[in-house]
């Protein structure tokens, strides 16, 4: 190489080795290139120079790998951050709801009971009738001329009777002749007020207040006796049926009112009063009807409107617990429920076991032995928890 470094050929070779390396270290490009012909001093700053990189390299380094190793302590050192709740003293009166559907207090299909064509009928849904009022009627001609007709015909055999009456009175007929009289006089009342009921009836008479729900029939159209017209539903009050577990059932004999929530109607409470309870249960649903009535005089709610009805229903004596929200259960088949208790002050959470004895409907669950009330437990991270563990608490929930 150091003879090399003194003939032609050689110098240009190495000029093109130091122009190399040049480019792969930064330090070595400075050089002046006056001193191309000193291949030792070059060889001694080349050797320095890489040590000097191989110095920094390795610095460099040994620094990215303490970083490293630094980030990954502070994390594994990064408590868990879990969500918790506290555990609630179980209510002796606990809130229940059961949907409903407003019923009227009582619906009639109305019909004639003679049959015709109608003549009078400007009826629609939702029109209001008091009672007694008339809403359609049948062409009363054939009725009016049969009325008439028997009319006649009755005063005739009366007259007749009361002349046979007399006479029979004084022994000049015999009784034959006055009981026959007698028949006919009787027949031909009969028939008279027959013809005046059946014009009568060419009337259809509303038999309580209420509102038009159906219409089945249009005008002009010719009906049969009984023949369905319309029906009639009285919503001077609402009647309200739920069907009620046996728990409810048994504590509502002792109730007056349940409070209704209707959906259309937001942040107002109605009270209806319990009318009765049936004395067993259904054949469908094993439950009990409860039924009760909503006063109802200015029409404010309609008959068909769903919502809620709510029973405040006090706990039997025995009834005993805390409460806590079920996303803080845990359950395996080998140990049953328990849940992760946070120590307030350690911040270390800690398995119990628990005995759960009902669920609630707003997603709480009733604990009756293995906690205590105000006690802290952890609702969230539950899988990644062990004995010991210390965490990091928050109230908020998601």
Not at 163 to 183: F, G, M, P
Not at 282 to 301: M, Q, V
Not at 303 to 308: D, E, I, L, N, V
Not at 336 to 356: A, C, D, F, I, T
């Amino acid at each position: 190489m150091f003879a090399l470094g003194y003939s032609k050929p050689g110098a240009i070779y190495f000029s093109a080795l130091i122009s190399v390396f040049s480019l792969l270290f930064s330090g070595f490009g400075k050089y002046p290139p006056a001193s191309f012909h000193k291949p030792f001093y070059f060889c001694r700053k080349l050797k320095r120079d890489m040590r000097t990189k191989a110095r920094f390299i390795l610095l460099s380094g040994l620094s990215f790998l303490l970083c490293a190793c630094n980030g990954k302590e502070t994390k594994s050192e990064q408590d868990l951050l879990v969500y918790t709740a506290q555990a609630t003293t179980l209510s002796k009166e606990s809130s229940k709801e059961f949907p409903f559907i407003a019923q009227p207090f009582r619906t009639s299909e109305l019909s004639f009971r003679v049959g015709g064509p109608i003549d009078r009928f400007d009826v629609y849904a939702g029109n209001q009738y008091n009672q007694g009022s008339i809403i359609a009627e049948i062409d009363p001609r054939d009725f009016r001329i049969r009325k008439e007709r028997t009319e006649a015909v009755y005063h005739q055999a009366k007259t007749e009777f009361e002349r046979i009456e007399v006479l029979y009175k004084k022994e000049n007929i015999s009784a034959s002749t006055y009981e026959k009289a007698k028949a006919e006089y009787i027949s031909a009342k009969m028939a008279f007020e027959t013809a005046v009921n059946e014009l009568a009836d060419t009337r259809l008479i509303a038999p309580f207040s209420g509102y038009v729900g159906e219409v089945y029939i249009e005008k002009f159209q010719d009906v049969k006796a009984t023949q369905p017209v319309l029906s009639l539903i009285d919503i001077h009050q609402l009647r309200i049926e739920i069907y009620v577990t046996q728990d409810v059932a048994y504590a509502a004999q002792k109730m007056d009112s349940i409070r209704l929530r209707f959906d259309a109607i937001l942040g107002k409470i109605f009270d209806a009063r319990i009318a009765e309870i049936s004395k067993g249960t259904t054949r469908n649903n094993l439950s009990y009807l409860l039924t009760a009535f909503l006063p109802n005089k200015d029409g404010e709610f309609l008959a068909g409107m769903s919502g809620k009805a709510i029973l405040d229903v006090v706990q039997g004596k025995g009834a005993s617990g805390v409460c806590i929200p079920q996303t803080a259960l845990c359950h395996r088949p080998t140990e049953g429920s328990y849940v992760w208790v946070v120590n307030p002050e350690s911040k270390q959470v800690n398995r119990r076991k628990v005995m759960v004895t009902e669920l609630l409907p707003d997603g709480y669950a009733v604990v009756a032995q293995g906690l205590q009330a105000n006690e802290t437990v952890a609702v969230s991270k539950l899988r990644f928890l062990s004995n010991g563990m210390k965490v990091t608490t928050t109230s908020k929930t998601k």
